[in-house]
């Protein structure tokens, strides 16, 4: 899992007045700015609103996993915000959302794209797994806990 992450692409968010939208909006120009990956950046924004529209990527447990197959990626990519203000993402367990990871994948790639949603699944799953994420207060430290889990 470790070979998806660019440190580029792993962020921490403190600021309050961030909503939903807005996170995954500048989560996908982080994307586009520090990857070759991304074809068209709106494109990708526009397509991971819409499966969001299908149903809500909050798996529960203050994460939410915001994906898409689309033609505006060339090749799996992935980013990864720790958000010390918890937002509502419509998750099913109604908690907010400290940690987001977006997911984007080009259409062909169907089986690599699902195999990766399972395991970012069951990782953040594990409690130990998402203390570690959550409990960080700076950059390198979220680099590390998400080495670790890796």
């Given at each position: 899992?470790?070979?998806?992450f660019?440190?580029?692409?792993?962020?921490?968010?403190d600021?309050?007045?961030?909503?939903?939208?807005?996170?995954?909006?500048?989560?996908?120009?982080?994307?586009?700015?520090?990857?070759?990956?991304?074809?068209?950046?709106?494109?990708?924004?526009?397509?991971?609103?819409?499966?969001?529209?299908?149903?809500?990527?909050g798996?529960?447990?203050?994460?939410?996993?915001?994906?898409?197959?689309?033609?505006?990626?060339?090749?799996?990519?992935?980013?990864?915000?720790?958000?010390?203000?918890?937002?509502?993402?419509?998750?099913?367990?109604?908690?907010?959302?400290?940690?987001?990871?977006?997911?984007?994948?080009?259409?062909?790639?169907?089986?690599?794209?699902?195999?990766?949603?399972?395991?970012?699944?069951?990782?953040?799953?594990?409690?130990?797994?998402?203390?570690?994420?959550?409990?960080?207060?700076?950059?390198?430290?979220?680099?590390?806990?998400?080495?670790?889990?890796?």
């Open positions: 899992m470790l070979n998806y660019n440190i580029k692409m792993i962020n921490i968010f600021d309050g007045s961030l909503t939903k939208d807005k996170i995954l909006k500048m989560m996908v120009e982080n994307i586009s700015e520090n990857s070759e990956l991304i074809v068209d950046k709106n494109i990708f924004y526009l397509e991971v609103l819409e499966r969001e529209k299908v149903g809500t990527t798996i529960g447990m203050g994460v939410a996993i915001p994906h898409a197959r689309t033609d505006a990626v060339k090749d799996i990519v992935l980013s990864v915000a720790l958000l010390k203000n918890p937002i509502d993402f419509n998750s099913l367990d109604g908690e907010g959302i400290k940690v987001v990871v977006l997911v984007g994948a080009p259409k062909g790639g169907s089986k690599k794209y699902l195999e990766l949603l399972s395991m970012l699944s069951r990782i953040f799953r594990d409690k130990k797994n998402r203390d570690s994420i959550i409990e960080c207060t700076t950059k390198d430290c979220l680099i590390e806990a998400i080495a670790e889990i890796g």
